[in-house]
């Protein structure tokens, strides 16, 4: 570790001699008969510095927070738009015909105990949970309208009344820490506008011996496909309601400190299934 004091480097490892030449700064300084008032008023503009500094990190830190709100809230109305139409093309026969509902079924099929489905959407995974291993289930979403739909869907399988359906950020879920023991992710990720965070949030609600499953969009490791996807992500995203197709899911993963711990690419790569431990 370096530190700069008075223009002279300090290692940690070198403290003496770093001593020293602060020392001699000093009294270079006093030396050259810097008058007090002058040093004073250098102290002022510099604190005057510092907390000019502070107050403009506070308000980039605050219009951070108020886009990253706008953008939230662009999405929430835009999925509530969606609602009514999402599953006529992204469930049912187009679904069927890329073998998405199999997928589903197989990664889905081995959630157990307290499950957590993250951006729920209509709930087109609802089918594919086997509940006699599901203690408990809860599930989120920006958007009333998609949670309503997904409320719907499992009115219609045999989840019961106990079932939670709750509208909440997936960066911020309102949950304590280790709640959960199987968290199920499905082309959310693509979606949410900080993926690391919601990663996070993911390892935080998980319990050290719980499990995440991810079915998401992926850059495609088949020939020159994932060039492609880099080239188009723009206009994909702009079409195809905010989904960003060229994600390198397992990197994300490990950002968030959780590590993967299976991966299996489908439909030549463009999609990739992992299953992540919340512990190292
Ligand atoms: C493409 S849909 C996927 C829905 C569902 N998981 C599926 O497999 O069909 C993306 C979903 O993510 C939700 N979403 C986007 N950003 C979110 C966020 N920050 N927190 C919670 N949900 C979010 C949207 O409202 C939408 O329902």
Redesign the pocket.
């Known amino acids: 570790m370096t530190t700069t004091t008075l223009g002279v480097r300090a290692s940690a490892t070198g403290g003496g001699r770093a001593r020293g030449e602060r020392r001699d700064a000093r009294a270079r300084a006093s030396a050259t008969g810097t008058p007090r008032a002058t040093r004073a008023s250098g102290r002022r503009d510099a604190l005057g510095k510092v907390l000019i500094g502070g107050v403009a990190l506070a308000m980039g830190d605050a219009s951070a927070r108020a886009r990253a709100s706008e953008e ?1 809230n662009a ?2 109305v ?3 738009g ?2 009514s139409t ?1 599953d006529d093309l ?2 049912g026969a187009p679904a069927r015909a890329l073998g998405l509902d199999d997928l ?1 079924a197989r990664a889905l099929g081995s959630a157990s105990g307290d499950v957590l ?9 609802l089918p594919a949970y086997d509940l006699k291993r599901v203690t408990s289930f809860t599930a ?4 009333p ?3 309503a739909k ?1 409320k719907a869907r499992s009115e219609t399988l045999a989840f019961g009344n106990d079932a939670r359906f709750i509208e ?4 911020a879920l309102p949950f304590e820490d280790g709640s959960f023991d199987f968290v ?5 990720l ?5 993926p690391v965070a ?1 990663l996070r949030e993911v390892r935080r609600v998980l319990r050290p011996n719980g499990r995440a499953v991810l ?1 998401e969009h992926s850059k495609s490791d088949v020939g020159p496909l994932g060039a492609y996807q880099d080239l188009t992500s723009k206009p994909v995203k702009t079409m195809s ?3 960003v197709w060229n994600q390198d899911v397992e990197a994300l993963i490990a950002q968030s400190g959780m590590r993967v711990v299976k991966t299996q690419r489908a439909l030549l790569g463009l999609l990739v299934v992992v299953e992540a431990s919340p512990s190292l």
């Open positions: 939230e999405i929430r835009a999925y509530d969606y609602a999402y992204d469930g589903r489905e993250l951006a729920v959407g209509t709930g087109l995974n989120i979403d920006l958007s309208g998609m949670l997904a909440a950020d997936a960066t199920v992710d499905t082309f959310s693509c979606v949410i506008e900080d919601a079915i309601k905010g989904c």
